[in-house]
Structures are given as structure tokens and as C-alpha cells.
């Protein structure tokens, strides 16, 4: 899907899953969740051209301007929908799959330990709650509900709910 068509795409899913969003022109204009992907898929597209510091400095321009921190090299599937936003933080070597939402604070990092892959590959129609902390190279099946302010630092099977570091409900 080219660059605009998925930008689209994108408006719509946040216009579709907020209910505060009335009409798609509020959310292109307005939503820093919308914002940060514009910059994203441009920083992301020099990235794999090798243009690492053309694609650092877009980043970080979206950064200042949201307050959402998304590496270049990260790699976000389609719909992704970031509400409030402010705070987040993923990391280079994250990957997030199809029709997901993350909420404000929330951080898809490493833990210091690991070199290559460093940051957690995250499932489709995966949502992650406020301040929710999910870190190292684990995987997060699909359909996963993490709750606020869970600390995640093992693998989730699917279809899971994580509302503690060592607890899962299924």
C-alpha cells in the first residue's frame, strides 16, 4: 500500500475507533496519534533507503512536535491507532502487527541485555494500556489485552489479558 492510501487508512481507523473524533478532517488536523505516523512513514521509507540520518532527523521532528517517540526502524502493520499518545516510546527493533491501539505512556523497549533484536514484536488487534511497560525481544501473540501500567517482560500467548508482571487470565 503506498504511503498516502495508508495514511488514509489510518485516518479513518482513528476517526472509527475514538468516539471523541467527529469527523475525519478533526483528525488529520488535529490528533498527534495521526501526526506521528505521517512522520513516521517518512522517516521509516529513508530508513530502508539507508538515509539514517535524514530518517533520525524526521523522527525526532515528529517527536518534538507529539511527544511520541518512534525509531525509524521500527516496523508498524496497518491501523495502528495511538490515542492521547504523549509519551511513548518505541524502540528500533519493534514491530507491531495489524489493527492495534496503544494508549499514552507506554513503552516498547529493551532491557539493556541484548544486542541484535532488542525490542518486543508486538501481534495483530494487540492493545496496550496507559503507562504499560513491555521490554526485550518477546513476542506478543495476537489478540492481546495488556493492562495499565503491567510490566511485561515475557512472552504472551494469544488471545491473552496481562494486568500483572506474572499474571495472565486467559
Known amino acids: 500500500m503506498n504511503g498516502i492510501k ?3 487508512e489510518d485516518a479513518k481507523n482513528i476517526k472509527y475507533k475514538d468516539p471523541a473524533a467527529k469527523r475525519l478532517i478533526e483528525v488529520i488536523l488535529l490528533y498527534p496519534g495521526f501526526h506521528i505516523l505521517v512522520f513516521y512513514r517518512l522517516s521509516h521509507f529513508l530508513y530502508k533507503h539507508r538515509m539514517f540520518f535524514g530518517a533520525r532527523i524526521i523522527s525526532q521532528l515528529g517527536r518534538f512536535l507529539t511527544g511520541i517517540e518512534i525509531h525509524p526502524g ?3 502493520g496497518r491501523r495502528l491507532f495511538i490515542d492521547h499518545g504523549m509519551g511513548i516510546v518505541i524502540g528500533e527493533t519493534a514491530t507491531i502487527g495489524d489493527d492495534c491501539t496503544i494508549y499514552h505512556d507506554v513503552t516498547l523497549g529493551g532491557t539493556g541485555k541484548d ?8 501481534g495483530n488487534n ?5 503507562g504499560a511497560r513491555v521490554l526485550g525481544p518477546i513476542k506478543i501473540g495476537d489478540n492481546v489485552k495488556i493492562g495499565a501500567n503491567a510490566i511485561v517482560l515475557k512472552n504472551i500467548e ?5 494486568v500483572e ?3 495472565i487470565v486467559k
Not at 494469544?158 to 496481562?162: D, E, L
Open 165 to 167: 508482571c506474572n499474571r
Open 74 to 76: 521500527a516496523k508498524i
Open 115 to 122: 544486542k541484535y533484536k532488542r525490542h518486543p514484536d508486538i
Open 126 to 130: 494487540v492493545m496496550v494500556g496507559s
Open 6 to 8: 495508508s495514511l488514509y
Open 158 to 162: 494469544s488471545n491473552s489479558t496481562v
